[in-house]
T-cell receptor, first 113, second 115 residues
């Protein structure tokens, strides 16, 4: 079945540590995105990538980094510079040029201890 | 900048009740509008969309009409079921045609339907 796979589903991190969240898609979509979900705040865009080896900052990129070395993969690193990293992270993809239908993974919940 | 405002929840209804979740937006140009649904423990999935004024999106008994004059895209369903219990997000797509998924989301509305 085609879809988006995020891992791990749950992750605990100590303050000062970097952590990388995995996102893999087999939908052959060109564009991929990372969103952060906090209670009562909806979703906010962290980074997005329209093609391999290219990505752009979203609204809340500070403290995060990404790479796009393969079409299928778009990992997100939450660095120690992110001041409030505890959140639910959602990866999504879309067909380039499509007017907004995103396909989401099931999310990764990061908790900083 | 673009913004989306949804009615605050949570919303609690009995089965077969009528549902309305209000959504209003602020945007320049001609945005596309969307409703996404998130069932417990899952990611978001597209429920319906409308790409121009007066369009009506519909799916699974849900409907929403793109009202440019009132900048609204309210979600309605005539008779809700327990299985409709979820979080509903209104979203706006970047104006100018292709949005590349750069959506602006509302804060989400939690819906709980009791038997």
């Amino acid at each position: 079945d085609g879809g988006i796979t995020q891992s791990p589903k749950y992750l605990f991190r100590k303050e000062g540590q970097n952590v990388t969240l995995s996102c893999e898609q087999n939908l052959n979509h060109d564009a991929m995105y990372w969103y952060r979900q906090d209670p009562g705040q909806g979703l906010r865009l962290i980074y997005y990538s329209q093609i391999v080896n290219d990505f752009q900052k979203g609204d809340i990129a500070e403290g995060y980094s990404v790479s796009r070395e393969k079409k299928e993969s778009f990992p997100l690193t939450v660095t120690s510079a992110q001041k409030n990293p505890t959140a639910f992270y959602l990866c999504a993809s879309s067909i380039e040029g499509d007017t907004g239908e995103l396909f989401f993974g099931e999310g990764s919940r990061l908790t900083v201890l | 900048g673009d913004s989306v405002t949804q009615m605050e929840g949570p919303v609690t209804l009995s089965e077969e009740a009528f549902l309305t979740i209000n959504c209003t937006y602020t945007a320049t140009g001609y945005p596309s509008l969307f409703w996404y649904v998130q069932y417990p423990g899952e990611g978001l999935q597209l429920l319906l969309k409308a790409t121009k004024a007066d369009d009506k999106g519909s799916n699974k008994g849900f409907e929403a009409t793109y009202r440019k004059e009132t900048t609204s895209f309210h979600l309605e369903k005539g008779s809700v079921q327990v299985s409709d219990s979820a979080v509903y997000f209104c979203a706006l797509g970047n104006a100018g045609g292709t949005s590349y998924g750069k959506l602006t989301f509302g804060q989400g509305t939690i819906l709980t339907v009791h038997p």
